[in-house]
């Protein structure tokens, strides 16, 4: 299993971003993803949004609600993260993850966050999103 993020960047407070996470080796069918980020080095990622494998209701972070929003094209195999309203708070490395394991969008995004603890999960390389004026 692959995932590639693409679409970070540098932006102003208040303008918007959208990534992408290609991902390769597993269905749609079958995996549950979303997107996390992580500040700095050595910081645990926060998951942001989260989607179930039947593109159910999502789930997002308290931090991101009402400006993110996270889609899924099934037939692309790639899931977007639009970003609207960036704030300097914003800025990290974006990740994308894919487990097959069976979990709602509402336990991946908050119990998710350390690599290590999940090894059925796939990670992407990440993509750095920086919000500054």
């Known amino acids: 299993v692959q995932l590639a993020e693409f679409g970070g960047g540098t932006v102003q407070p208040g303008e918007s971003l959208e990534l992408s996470c290609v991902v390769s080796g597993l269905s749609p069918d079958y995996y549950t993803i979303g997107w996390f980020r992580q500040a700095a080095p050595g910081k645990e990622r926060e998951g942001v949004a989260?989607?179930?494998?039947?593109?159910?209701?999502?789930y997002y972070a308290d931090s991101v609600k009402g400006r993110f929003t996270i889609s899924r094209d099934n037939a692309k195999n790639t899931v977007f993260l639009e970003m609207n309203n960036l704030k300097v708070d914003d800025t990290a490395t974006y990740y994308c993850?894919?487990?097959?394991?069976?979990?709602?969008?509402?336990?991946?995004?908050?119990?998710?966050?350390?690599?290590?603890?999940?090894?059925?999960?796939?990670w992407g390389q990440g993509t750095q999103v920086t919000v500054s004026s």
């Open positions: 993850a894919a487990t097959p394991r069976i979990v709602a969008p509402q336990v991946m995004c908050p119990d998710f966050g350390t690599p290590d603890r999940q090894p059925d999960t796939s």
């Open positions: 989260c989607v179930s494998r039947g593109n159910g209701r999502p």
